[in-house]
């Protein structure tokens, strides 16, 4: 079983920045894939960005290229999703997911493993 607790989230100002964590138990990780989704009100959820753990490819979606970056600490068994440059659509519930593969997906029922979610709120 893998548990995984996010934090880091808050409220920030248009162009700010804010680091999540995503802090993992139960299970090594060398063959998964770690990713963080987020749902904004109303609509469905969404893939952000993927690792895997032990290989390093990094994934992302369109919209954060260049402003989100994604990693992981070996040591601490913690995923990170650094975010700069945010923007109000980036507001939504951060959730940090695993899947036992070691290529990424980005559809939600590919993740067997889901943490509780981390509030980003960014205004403008």
Known sequence: QVQLVESGGGLVQAGGSLRLSCAVSGRTLTRYIMGWFRQAPGKEREFVAA??????NIYYT???K???TISRDNAKNTVYLQMNNLEPEDTAVYYCAARAALQPDTQTYEYGYWGQGTQVTVSS
């Open 51 to 56: 690792i895997n753990w032990s290989r390093g």
């Open 62 to 64: 369109d919209s954060v």
């Open 66 to 68: 260049g402003r989100f």
